[in-house]
């Protein structure tokens, strides 16, 4: 760990909680990436308007910016580098996490989507994208100035 003072300070024990750890999957809900660990914690990634979190080799020079990186057990590192500083982190059990706890359902997860039947098949109204020619029919808005 690089840097601590992100949107929110990282934890003082966040470097030695994910030490040892593995990370078994990777998911998302909203706007945050979760780590799924192998003691049943995960790491919740906020990447804020600027961050990023990537896989280098461990001998790849540190970028300016890079706030936290963790050494994998494969040589790598996964590196997070955050420029604005607007990026959080946060390690723990999903259900202890504040983050998540005042989000709504997830709109694509199979227990909202079955709430609204399909027509002939098709996926409802609110899950279909927008035709290519866009919401306003093709026309597209002009200005004039005078």
């Known amino acids: ?19 040892g750890r593995r990370i078994e999957q990777v998911s998302r809900r909203a706007k945050y990436l979760l780590l799924d660990l192998d003691d049943g914690a995960s790491w919740l990634v906020h990447l804020g308007m600027t961050g990023t979190l990537v896989v280098l080799p461990a001998d790849e020079p540190r970028r ?31 259900d202890r996490l504040a983050e ?35 919401p306003a029919g093709g026309r597209r808005a002009s200005a004039t100035s005078t």
């Open 64 to 94: 300016v910016h890079t706030h936290v990186v963790a050494a994998l057990d494969d040589g790598r590192t996964l590196r997070f580098h955050d420029p604005r500083r607007f990026g959080l982190m946060r390690v723990g059990p999903v």
């Open 100 to 134: 998540l706890a005042a989000l709504g359902p997830e709109p694509l997860a199979a227990d909202v989507l079955g709430r609204f039947p399909a027509r002939d098949g098709a996926p409802p109204a609110a899950c279909r994208e927008e035709p290519a020619h866009g």
């Open 1 to 19: 760990m690089h840097e601590r003072r992100l949107r929110r300070p990282l934890a003082r024990d966040f470097a030695r909680t994910l030490t």
